[in-house]
C-alpha cells in the first residue's frame, strides 16, 4: 500500500496551540506530512499585512516540530499550483473553512485531482489575528504611557 501524504499549510505566524493542534491532528492521518509555510510576500499579498516572524524564523519553528516529516515554502495563491509543486493525497485545514465559500471551492478543486479534504476542530480561544491584535493593544498602551511619561 502507498504512503499516504498529508499538506498542512498556513502562516504559523505568532506561533500557538492551534497551529500545534492542526499539525498533530494532520500527522495522526497520513504517513508523511508536509507542513507548508507561506511566505512573506504571499501573505502581504493575500492577507494585507506582512507577518510578525519572518518567513525564516517561521520555516525554522516548524521544521522542528517532530510530527512534521518536511517543509515547504508556499509562495503562490493558488492551493492547486502547490499541490502541483508538492504532490500530495490529503489537505488538512481548520474546520472554520467547513461550509464556506472558499471551502467548498477548495474541496471541488482538490476533489477534481483526487485529493481529499480533511478539516479539524479549529481553536477558537486561540487564533494568530487575536494574539496580534492583543500585541497591538499592548504597543498602543505602551506608546500612551511613554508620551504621559514625557509630558511629565
Known sequence: MRA???????????????????LRHAKANCDFLIAGVVTDEMLEL???????????????????????????????????????????DLYFKGDDWRATERGRRLEAEFAAVGVEVVY????????????????????RGGAAQHRAAEAE
Open 120 to 139: 479539524f476542530p479549529y481553536t477558537v480561544h486561540t487564533s494568530s489575528t487575536t494574539l496580534r491584535l492583543a500585541l497591538q493593544s499592548l504597543n
Open 4 to 22: 499516504r501524504i498529508g499538506y498542512a499549510g498556513g502562516a504559523f505566524d505568532l506561533f500557538h496551540i492551534g497551529h500545534l493542534n492542526l
Open 46 to 88: 493575500t492577507k494585507g499585512a506582512p507577518p510578525v516572524v519572518p518567513f525564516a524564523e517561521r520555516l525554522d519553528i516548524v521544521r522542528h516540530i517532530t510530527f512534521v516529516d518536511d517543509v515547504h515554502a508556499e509562495s503562490v495563491p493558488d492551493k492547486l499550483d502547490t499541490w502541483r509543486e508538492v504532490g500530495f
